[in-house]
């Protein structure tokens, strides 16, 4: 059982800068695939970015975000870059035990409680 807890979000200008992090709770956080989503109002929920021995990002995020994890915190995190307007949602982490690569939200079983990001142009 891994129990999520992200942090990190708020309002910014098109342009800024937002770091998030995720806490995670669980002695074997190191052998679990890490990931970023989130979800605008009236949208699916969508991949942003993906940890594992390697890292995956969208299309729309690349260049601009980077996921990264610290094993010995429990604690992943997203370095937000560039931010534009259609980057406003609420950002999830979400962990899962599938050996599988996933990028849909179905193929995670542990989710956080989400974090608001506002970029305002």
């Known amino acids: 059982q891994v129990q999520l807890v992200e942090s990190g979000g708020g309002l910014v200008q098109a342009g800024g800068s937002l770091r998030l992090s995720c806490a995670a709770s669980g002695r074997t956080f190191s052998s679990y695939t890490m990931g970023w989503f989130r979800q605008a109002p009236g949208k699916e929920r969508d991949f942003v970015a993906i940890i594992r021995r390697s890292t995956y990002y969208a299309d729309s995020v690349k260049d601009r975000f980077t996921i990264s994890r610290d094993n010995a915190k429990n604690t992943m995190y997203l370095q937000m870059n560039s931010l534009k307007p259609e980057d406003t949602a609420i950002y999830y982490c979400?962990?899962?035990?599938?050996?599988?690569?996933?990028?849909?939200?179905?193929?995670?079983?542990?989710w956080g409680q989400g974090t608001q990001v506002t970029v305002s142009s």
């Open positions: 979400a962990a899962t035990n599938n050996y599988l690569l996933q990028y849909r939200a179905a193929g995670y079983e542990y």
